[in-house]
């Protein structure tokens, strides 16, 4: 018998919290792929701050840190600069990282901080019950934008992957979904790419992945997976925006 | 060693960097940025790293990613900086990461001013930050007991795996006096085996972390915590006090505000009173029980500060009602004159006030 799927080492063996449905789960398991896979995970060190996967601590088979909301890149950076020689990440959340820890996300992409992100982008804060992110679409139900969110009140919605493929320390941006076999498989591509920018020292890498949230968009998970595809992905296109060649 | 001549947020610079701290993560405020600007040009020499952050709530998130890293590490800032690092401050005690956190306070609220002042002994001593948790807060004098501190207070951090403080002022950061960097007496400091420096396929992954989602965890989390405190406050107050014992009237007062008092106090002396002093050398623990000492007739404490009255507090604790307790500060960067101190002293003694 030939196995042709396992659960990664790059996990750890426990259920997690994550709701039926909700994609963070398969983000997980590629983060973990990769790091097993690029042979890092036994010098890989871990930041997740709060924000659903703020258990990712007990997820991801490596060493963590837990942090404050939005600061994973700042906390990451301390990490990487005492341990310049391990691989450091940082996976957050679109109200972790577009909106409290806008800061802290521009400055380690602008000093070209040798840290790979994972940007879980879902449109809506997940953990504290569906309000409004800077990531929800115009007229996305959420409930702090109980009629849809509106353009003329609090602006679009902001494109994270364009604004820090503008940075030079940016070396590595790419935006992907994981909706079908097919993007989950580019994901993880992408993934790999991000974390061997870093391994190479070359820079900063992100990679943002459109993701579902079901229980705070008020669908079932196939239907996520279609809003996604209907809705999100014509406002957030997926591709790659920034390779180091084409940094230079 | 010899002695050097040195400006006070230099000497805290060296001071560190003697200790092993090879890590300062910062943003310029003054009365401070000599200290980062001295961490910029020395630390590269020994091997260390100098980063100036995008903002204080940045520069004290590295200091958590580079102390649960497991290195010494430290910050420095003045008081509305401070403000900001209060939530990273937090997250430190609550993951119990050691490093050392410079306080060289200005005067406020808000942005206030540039002048020296002690405004930020309640935010050192009660919190500051979100949560039951307690700072190690150093208030030296002078700038040699300054170097001291913080070459101890790096290992009394690693000791009880908490951030420790040094509250100055701007007086002592802008100050130049003769020091020696001397070796603190050693202590045993546990292994650092719970830091992420990657499993290297050898252990189980180390955590660095303060949530604790179920409320028992919480609860035996802060028990731990608490013991712990019990612990510093039984092993690690420091105190000076002078006279207390036959005096008709003790000064209270710390850092800078105590050298002060101590003018005041010898020219009163001069004219025959009797006036002893209590200087609080660590701020939390405070030293309560030297209070006890204090001669039973003593007329009254008097408690002198660069604020509104924030210390005086502790006093009133210390003292628990056996006696008068008076205050005499000034504000907003101003400071008190031996001489305000004197008249203070002599309507204590004349029963005036
Ligand atoms: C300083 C601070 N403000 C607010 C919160 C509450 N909070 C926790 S998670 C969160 C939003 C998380 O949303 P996102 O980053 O999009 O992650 P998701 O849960 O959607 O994966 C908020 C506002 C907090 N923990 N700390
Ligand atoms: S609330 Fe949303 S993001 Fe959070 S676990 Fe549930 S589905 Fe996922
Ligand atoms: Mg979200």
């Given at each position: ?27 997980h ?115 702090t ?7 003329e ?32 498989r ?18 900063f ?34 591709g ?9 | ?62 200091v ?99 951030p ?144 509104a ?13 056996k ?24 309507k204590i ?5």
């Amino acid at each position: 018998m030939t196995i042709v799927f396992e659960r990664t080492r790059g996990l750890t063996d426990v259920e997690t919290h994550y709701c039926p449905g909700c994609t963070h789960g398969i983000i997980h398991r590629l983060v973990g792929e990769a790091m097993v896979e690029l042979g890092v995970l036994e010098k890989a060190i871990g930041v997740a701050p709060v924000g659903c996967s703020v258990f990712a601590y007990n997820y991801f088979n490596c060493d963590m840190h837990e942090a404050a909301h939005g600061r994973a890149p700042a906390v990451a950076t301390g990490i990487k600069r005492v341990h310049p020689d391990k691989f450091v990440f940082t996976y957050q959340g679109d109200g972790d990282l577009a909106s409290i820890g806008m800061a802290e996300i521009v400055h380690a992409a602008h000093r070209g901080e040798r840290i790979s992100t994972i940007f879980v982008n879902n449109a809506i804060y997940g953990m504290t019950g569906g309000q409004m992110a800077p990531t929800t679409l115009v007229g996305q139900k959420a409930t702090t934008a109980p009629g849809g969110r509106s353009e003329e009140h609090c602006g679009r919605p902001i494109r994270i992957s364009e604004m820090l493929a503008t940075i030079h320390g940016a070396k590595f941006v790419e935006r992907v979904a994981v909706n079908t076999p097919a993007n989950i498989r580019k994901a993880k591509k992408a993934i790999i790419e991000c974390f061997k920018v870093q391994l190479e020292g070359k820079g900063f890498g992100i990679v943002e992945v459109l993701s579902t949230c079901p229980t705070n968009w008020g669908m079932t998970a196939p239907e996520a997976m279609k809003w996604l595809e209907d809705n999100m992905i014509p406002y957030y296109p997926l591709g790659n925006l920034k390779r180091p060649e084409e940094a230079e | 060693m010899a002695k050097v001549l040195m400006k006070g947020n230099e000497a805290i610079g060296a001071a560190a960097i003697q200790a092993g701290c090879r890590y300062f993560f910062g943003y310029p405020i003054t009365p401070q940025s000599e200290l980062p600007e001295y961490m910029a040009r020395e630390l590269p020499k020994v091997g260390g790293v100098f980063l100036q952050a995008e903002s204080e709530i940045a520069a004290i998130n590295m200091v958590y990613g580079a102390a649960g890293a497991g290195a010494r590490v430290m910050t420095s800032s003045s008081s509305p900086g401070i403000s900001l690092k209060q939530e990273g401050i937090s997250y430190l005690a609550g993951a119990e990461l050691p490093c050392l956190i410079v306080n060289i306070m200005r005067g406020g609220p808000g942005l206030g001013s540039i002048q020296p002042s002690q405004t930020d002994y309640f935010q050192a001593t009660r919190g500051g930050g979100n949560g039951d948790y307690r700072l190690v807060v150093y208030a030296p004098a002078n700038i040699q007991e300054m170097v001291d501190l913080i070459i101890e207070g790096f290992d009394v951090a690693d000791q009880y795996r908490n951030p420790v403080m040094i509250l100055g002022d701007g007086m002592i950061g802008q100050m130049m006096e003769p020091v020696e960097f001397k070796t603190p007496k050693k202590r045993e400091l546990p292994e650092k085996d719970w830091a992420t420096t990657g499993t290297g396929g050898k252990r189980k992954p180390n955590i660095i972390n303060s949530l604790y989602i179920a409320p028992e965890d919480l609860e035996a989390h802060n028990i731990r915590l608490q013991a712990k405190y019990q612990k510093i406050r039984e092993k690690e107050v420091k105190v000076e006090s002078y006279k207390i014992e036959d005096a008709d009237v003790v000064i209270s007062a710390y850092g800078t505000t105590s050298r002060i008092a101590k003018t005041a106090i010898a020219k009163l002396e001069k004219e025959g009173y009797k006036v002893g002093l209590i200087r609080p050398i660590t701020l939390w623990p405070y030293p309560y029980d030297e209070f006890k000492k204090i001669n039973p007739n003593c007329k009254g404490i008097l408690t002198v500060e660069m604020n509104a009255g924030q210390m005086v507090d502790d006093v009133k604790i210390a003292v628990e009602g056996k006696f008068p307790v008076h205050f005499y500060g000034r504000m907003g960067g101003m400071v008190p004159t031996p001489e305000a101190i004197i008249e203070k002293v002599k309507k204590i003694c004349g029963g005036e006030i």
